[in-house]
């Protein structure tokens, strides 16, 4: 997950456990407002209540201020939340990690985490899951290299990490990408041909 220049991106790996689920009914990616999207990682049960209880936090905002909920502020309250779970040993904490993406009219493209003990921050780019570290290595140096990503740019190093972290090739039914821009603020879904027309774009330049 990752910012550029005016673009904001999730990549994620799709896991179908069962040969018969449905495969479109599997998913980490979710919408918490029109402008604001997520990933979230963990036991899902966990993840499902914490994006509900988010969704609920930005529509309340919505119906009281009449303007979509900052993400930054959004991460913070769901931040503050999980803190409260730390502090009472009646109630353990979500095994739920989030990731928030949006485009901030004055801060541009965002990207925030939010841990289960309740700590948030805004990111450059960052990786959550078993691979975490090989990817946040990854893009470590590549931002070094070069930070002004343009919108494609981001998309495909944002599905380079991830088939970094991975150590295979990946398709398009393997992957969620989602993203945010200064062009189209809305939290939007690739389909699986523009995630194909990525993965050919990396094919060839490697």
């Given at each position: 997950?990752m910012?550029?220049?005016?673009?904001?991106?999730?990549?994620?790996?799709?896991?179908?456990?069962?040969?018969?689920?449905?495969?479109?009914?599997?998913?980490?990616?979710?919408?918490?407002?029109?402008?604001?999207?997520c990933?979230?990682?963990?036991?899902i049960?966990?993840?499902?209540?914490?994006?509900?209880?988010?969704?609920?936090?930005a529509?309340?905002?919505?119906?009281?201020?009449?303007?979509?909920?900052?993400?930054?502020?959004?991460?913070?309250?769901?931040?503050?939340?999980?803190?409260?779970?730390?502090?009472?040993?009646?109630?353990?904490?979500?095994?739920?990690?989030?990731?928030?993406?949006?485009?901030?009219?004055?801060?541009?493209?965002?990207?925030?985490k939010?841990?289960?003990?309740?700590?948030?921050?805004?990111?450059?780019?960052v990786?959550?899951?078993?691979?975490?570290?090989?990817?946040?290595?990854?893009?470590?140096?590549?931002?070094?290299?070069?930070?002004?990503?343009?919108?494609?740019?981001?998309?495909?190093?944002?599905?380079?990490?991830?088939?970094?972290?991975?150590?295979?090739?990946?398709?398009?039914?393997d992957?969620?990408?989602?993203?945010?821009?200064?062009?189209?603020?809305?939290?939007?879904?690739?389909?699986?041909?523009?995630?194909?027309?990525?993965?050919?774009?990396?094919?060839?330049?490697?």
């Amino acid at each position: 997950m990752m910012d550029g220049i005016d673009t904001a991106v999730i990549a994620v790996q799709k896991r179908v456990p069962d040969s018969l689920i449905v495969a479109e009914s599997v998913t980490s990616i979710y919408n918490l407002s029109p402008t604001v999207g997520c990933c979230a990682i963990g036991m899902i049960p966990d993840c499902k209540f914490q994006v509900r209880r988010a969704q609920m936090e930005a529509a309340q905002w919505k119906y009281q201020n009449g303007y979509d909920m900052p993400c930054e502020l959004l991460a913070k309250r769901m931040a503050d939340k999980n803190q409260y779970y730390t502090q009472n040993a009646e109630m353990r904490s979500l095994g739920c990690a989030m990731i928030m993406i949006s485009f901030d009219d004055e801060d541009g493209a965002v990207v925030f985490k939010v841990d289960p003990a309740g700590y948030y921050r805004g990111m450059k780019a960052v990786s959550v899951g078993v691979k975490q570290v090989t990817a946040s290595s990854f893009l470590e140096k590549k931002i070094k290299k070069k930070s002004d990503l343009n919108h494609d740019e981001t998309i495909q190093l944002a599905i380079e990490a991830l088939q970094s972290s991975l150590g295979i090739e990946t398709r398009s039914k393997d992957l969620e990408v989602v993203v945010v821009s200064k062009k189209d603020k809305k939290f939007t879904k690739l389909t699986n041909d523009q995630v194909d027309h990525h993965l050919n774009a990396i094919a060839n330049r490697d």
